[in-house]
């Protein structure tokens, strides 16, 4: 399977300090990659460099082959979603905040409550489109969140610790659902965890960041068997 992602000696300063380097990493269609980390490492670095919000000092992150430093910003821009830890919901219907986005983009209107529907019916809120986002729970704000994300049909999906703002029990079925749902739809999906378990759960394969540098990149039984160093070793050991 092809890379939609290739990244080469990449270098990321944040505040004239290096936030993070990473030396080579490729990213197939498809696939589901958790980041994982102590707080600090740099895995929202990471994910704030994929969606362009942050300009290497150096190196270079392909897309698709294709340079994202050569690309329009509000074409590379339409390719991607993110999916914050907060769900950001505006004040006004579940429904219209799933279709926000499309509206922005002119989408038909036939084709956004196909969308919608299809979306909100997978995230399990197509009982809650008429409620107003104020009247959510946590749990139904982030599925919310996510079918919002989803209906733009991005090519690359960013998830930056989805689940943690939720309880216990909630986190437990919203990673279930959204692991069978990815497992489902082959959408190329980053999201950063800190919980080793989760990671193995959704994704297909795990990337170590520790102070600022991607360590080691496998599958989680790899990882585990396998760790690239002693700080690896040691990060797994905390856990």
Known sequence: MSALISIHDLLIQRNGRDALKIKSLEIKHGETLALVGP?????????????????????????????????????????????????????????????LGLKFRGTDKDQIRTQINKWSKAMGVESLLGRRAGQLSGGE?????????????????????????????????????????????QRTTIIVTHNLAEAAQIGNRMAVIINGELKQAGTPKQIKENPADISVEKFLKEL
């Not at 509000?74 to 279709?99: G, H, T």
């Not at 998830?159 to 279930?176: C, G, H, N, W, Y």
């Open 141 to 185: 704000a982030q599925r919310v969140s996510l079918a919002r994300a989803f209906v733009l049909d991005p090519e690359l999906l960013l998830m930056d610790e989805p689940f943690s703002a939720v309880d216990p029990p909630t986190r437990t079925q919203l990673i279930k659902d959204l692991s069978n749902l990815l497992s489902q739809d």
């Open 39 to 99: 707080n600090g490492a740099g895995k929202s670095t990471f994910l704030l460099a994929l969606a362009h919000l942050i300009k290497p000092k150096h190196g270079e992150i392909l897309f698709n082959e294709k340079p994202i430093s050569q690309m329009n910003e509000l074409e590379y821009r339409r390719k991607i979603s993110f999916v914050f830890q907060d769900p950001l919901l505006m004040d006004m219907s579940v429904e219209k905040n799933i279709a």
